[in-house]
């Protein structure tokens, strides 16, 4: 079998980057080791009741109409309308550190003006942050040593508001530990408190269904329960993937979506005898990241508004300065976001209550349960621990649980094959998507863009970049 | 295709990269940028829905003749003359 792109994983940014190559008539083809398409955010039904995998909110919202940022220009080039995701926006969000809490909503003017009232010192600087911001060009790379604290330092005095601004930008995408690349930075600050959260009524759902839609209508192939076990090649270039049946398939280009370490792998185990005649150059070895997260989704009685709890997503942390990096103990039970399906601005309420719990974890702890009994019971002793640290930033919502389910960071890596389990992948991106093999690229979370709109970003510019653009 | 049918299957092309754009007020003789929201990926659109629904290559290094509407349909009428109109 042969075809122009074989594209490995059906998350986000591979169906993107389908849609791109299907709709310039290229023969592409969709493989997935999964029974189901949508990776790090898709859905599962579990004793009736539809969950969202990840989703938490769609960031990088811009309202209908809007015309620059990442999603007027996804949308432009895959060709949808604003309406087709069906996205409503957020109420509102915080962050709240011991004794001090700031708001923030998809209006810019509110987090300015919370800054305004507890950090009247700091406000010029905010602005003058915000400016700075502002005025790079979406996407403008910076040398990898320059960092978000280096440069909240240049502008903001206070080491707490620091910290709050910081902690939701590193929870929602940072693959690095305590800082992240000013590169990213930006984009993930512009994502959170410029742009902003949304969600469709139906959830990540509705997103799914309108791309993989598309996807086939204009030709595309998906083969799910589809593993690539590994990328053979030849001379430095790419000529096959394996699956994990031992079918051969041939292509021109391969965009991979399965991360960097994990491409990396599927090129070891597909060298072939010319490598030890030295005519492939070296695999690069590349940099696994260790960052986790533990998440329990607790069905509700009533909306969480009724019991106290009305914010979109709230980023708690219960010492004045946060601890973002894998913890030594199986959960960081001091800091979490805690967030709700329902409180999005939708026209009918959501049938379903539901309230989400987000807490950083210990990958080797989770994956090294002797039994499944020890698994199950580790599971729900730290969810306990976390619902009962939680209750110093919301009302108590346990009577009011109906049902309940818990991911970890076994979870994770089991469905969507993520080394560690880790969520935002390689603390060292691959901007421009190259690999050690000249038509191999990366997209999607290790290539540097993440989240939903992120993703799918990625697999488009990838596609422009590597294929469609190179061929004239 | 005569230049008033190339202006209309360019305009056809921009209505599908830029829905939420009003094009009737497009002018011939200023760039597409200054009047509508196009991005370079958006640009390189163009090119490329040209190439897929009639078959018309342009090169890289052509690709300023087609900043203007006027400038886009001189430059594409040599290129098209042999191109049916859509029906
Ligand atoms: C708990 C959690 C919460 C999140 N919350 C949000 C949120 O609120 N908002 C937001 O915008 N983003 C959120 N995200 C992030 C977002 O889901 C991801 O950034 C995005 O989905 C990444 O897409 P991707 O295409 O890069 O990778 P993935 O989704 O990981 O897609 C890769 C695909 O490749 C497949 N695959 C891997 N190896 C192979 C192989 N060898 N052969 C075949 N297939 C293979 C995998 O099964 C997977 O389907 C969250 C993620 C998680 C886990």
């Known amino acids: 079998m042969r075809y122009d792109t074989v594209i490995i994983g059906?998350?986000?940014?591979?169906?993107?980057?389908?849609?791109?190559?299907a709709h310039f008539d290229r023969r592409v083809c969709l493989l997935e080791r999964h029974t189901t398409i949508g990776g790090l955010n898709s859905f599962y039904r579990l004793r009736g009741r539809t969950h969202d995998v990840g989703l938490h909110a769609v960031t990088n919202y811009n309202p209908?109409?809007?015309?620059?940022?990442?999603?007027?220009?996804?949308?432009?080039?895959?060709?949808?309308?604003?309406?087709?995701?069906?996205?409503?926006?957020?109420?509102?969000?915080?962050?709240?550190?011991?004794?001090?809490?700031?708001?923030?909503?998809?209006?810019?003017?509110?987090?300015?003006?919370?800054?305004?009232?507890?950090?009247p010192g700091e406000i010029e600087g905010f602005r003058r942050l915000v400016k700075f911001v502002e005025d790079q060009p979406w996407g403008t790379?910076?040398?990898?040593?320059?960092?978000?604290?280096?440069?909240?330092?240049?502008?903001?005095?206070?080491?707490?508001l620091i910290e709050m601004l910081l902690y939701p930008v590193l929870f929602y995408g940072s693959a690095a530990p305590h800082d992240v690349e000013l590169t990213q930075f930006l984009i993930l600050f512009r994502s959170i408190y410029r742009d902003g959260f949304a969600r469709p009524y139906e959830g990540v759902r509705r997103i799914l269904s309108v791309l993989v839609k598309r996807f086939r209508h204009l030709g595309g192939e998906i083969r799910l329960r589809s593993g690539v076990q590994a990328i053979e090649s030849r001379s430095g270039k790419a000529v096959a993937v394996v699956l994990d049946d031992g079918t051969r398939i041939e292509a021109d280009t391969i965009l991979s979506s399965a991360g960097s370490v994990e491409t990396a792998r599927l090129c070891e185990a597909g060298l072939s005898e010319d490598v030890a005649n030295g005519d492939s150059p070296a695999i690069p070895s590349q940099v696994p990241g260790e960052l986790t997260f533990f998440e329990s989704i607790a069905m509700l009685d009533r909306p969480p508004a009724e019991l106290g709890i009305p914010e979109t997503t709230m980023f708690y942390c219960g010492t004045p300065r946060f601890r973002y990096q894998n913890p030594g103990e199986p959960c960081n039970v001091d800091s979490g976001?805690?967030?709700?399906?329902?409180?999005?601005?939708?026209?009918?309420?959501?049938?379903?209550?539901?309230?989400?719990?987000?807490?950083?974890?210990n990958n080797r702890f989770w994956f090294e349960r002797p039994s499944e009994e020890d698994y199950q019971e580790q599971k729900r002793i730290w969810r306990e621990r976390i619902f009962a640290a939680a209750l110093s930033h919301i009302p108590d919502f346990r009577p009011n649980i109906v049902d309940?389910?818990?991911?970890?960071?076994?979870?994770?890596?089991?469905?969507?094959?993520?080394?560690?389990?880790?969520?935002?992948?390689?603390?060292?991106?691959?901007?421009?998507?190259t690999t050690h093999l000249s038509n191999l690229?990366?997209?999607?979370?290790?290539?540097?863009?993440?989240?939903?709109?992120?993703?799918?970003?990625?697999?488009?510019?990838?596609?422009n970049k590597h294929v469609l653009g190179s061929q004239g | 295709m005569q230049p008033e049918e190339?202006?209309?299957?360019?305009?056809?092309?921009?209505?599908?990269?830029?829905?939420?754009?009003?094009?009737?007020?497009?002018?011939?003789?200023?760039?597409?940028?200054?009047?509508?929201?196009?991005?370079?990926?958006?640009?390189?659109?163009?090119?490329?829905?040209?190439?897929?629904?009639?078959?018309?290559?342009?090169?890289?290094?052509?690709?300023?003749?087609?900043?203007?509407?006027?400038g886009a349909v001189t430059y594409l009428v040599p290129l098209m003359k042999d191109v049916k109109a859509p029906a």
């Open chain 1, 10 to 21: 059906a998350g986000l940014s591979g169906l993107a980057a389908g849609i791109r190559l």
């Open chain 1, 441 to 463: 690229f990366l997209c999607g979370t290790d290539q540097g863009m993440l989240g939903i709109v992120g993703a799918m970003f990625s697999g488009i510019s990838m596609a």
């Open chain 1, 337 to 361: 976001v805690i967030c709700s399906p329902n409180n999005f601005a939708y026209e009918l309420p959501l049938p379903e209550s539901t309230l989400r719990l987000t807490v950083m974890a």
């Open chain 2, 6 to 70: 190339i202006r209309q299957v360019l305009l056809d092309i921009l209505a599908r990269i830029v829905p939420d754009e009003d094009l009737s007020t497009l002018r011939d003789d200023v760039a597409f940028r200054e009047q509508i929201e196009l991005d370079s990926m958006d640009f390189l659109d163009i090119v490329m829905e040209l190439r897929k629904q009639y078959r018309v290559q342009i090169p890289e290094e052509d690709y300023p003749n087609l900043a203007t509407m006027g």
């Open chain 1, 404 to 433: 309940i389910d818990t991911f970890s960071p076994r979870t994770i890596r089991k469905y969507t094959g993520h080394h560690n389990g880790c969520v935002y992948g390689s603390p060292h991106k691959q901007w421009d998507g």
């Open chain 1, 141 to 160: 790379a910076f040398p990898t040593s320059m960092t978000a604290r280096g440069t909240l330092a240049e502008y903001l005095r206070d080491p707490l």
């Open chain 1, 64 to 119: 209908k109409g809007s015309k620059s940022g990442p999603l007027p220009r996804i949308l432009r080039q895959l060709r949808f309308s604003w309406d087709d995701f069906g996205f409503s926006p957020q109420v509102s969000s915080k962050i709240s550190f011991p004794g001090v809490t700031l708001r923030f909503s998809n209006d810019p003017g509110l987090l300015e003006s919370e800054i305004a009232l507890r950090f």
